[in-house]
């Protein structure tokens, strides 16, 4: 596996596991050029999706890609890469045991923001925002008042209340 730090081919396995729900191999690896560490997952592929795009192009789903862009949305707040990695495979099983092994960007961006909604706030709105293409403050508002009307587990951070023009 290849150091996603400098590059090296020359990676160790410290660590293998099984992920807490068993669906994967989680491996803790370290890199002996750079001794940066990171982690790799194995898991199965049920069968191969497609995902059919707005423009209407056809693209092999990538599982790395979208974890990504879930990885964006998640920067600097401390969810357990465990839960994250859960998340994922529930939204790519949802999509391989659906009828249809087209998929479009649509369906997958629903799922994540399902997903991310129970994860974590902040990156559930972040993801929305990139994601519904938002430009204006009140679809912010819209998505807040949504949060707060969830009675889902675990305490809502508190927000600050926008001061209106004045
Ligand atoms: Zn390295």
Do not use: H, W
């Amino acid at each position: 596996m290849r150091c996603p730090y400098c590059g090296s081919l020359d990676t160790q396995v410290k660590d293998s596991r099984p992920t807490e729900d068993s669906s994967s191999i989680r491996r803790r690896r370290v890199c002996p050029d750079c001794a940066g560490r990171f982690t790799t997952f194995e898991r199965v592929q049920l069968r191969e999706l497609t995902v059919l795009k707005k423009s209407g192009r056809r693209v092999p789903f990538d599982r790395d890609k979208l974890m990504r862009s879930i990885e964006i949305a998640l920067r600097k707040r401390s969810v357990d890469p465990e839960r994250v990695e859960r998340m994922v495979n529930g939204i790519v099983r949802q999509l391989e045991s659906q009828g249809d092994a087209e998929i479009s960007s649509d369906r997958i961006g629903e799922l994540v923001m399902e997903g991310l909604r129970s994860l974590d706030d902040v990156a559930y709105v972040r993801f929305a925002s990139v994601y519904k293409n938002f430009r204006e403050a009140r679809d912010f508002g819209a998505i807040v008042d949504e949060l707060a009307g969830d009675e889902g587990p675990g305490e809502k951070p508190r927000r600050e209340p926008v001061s209106g023009g004045a």
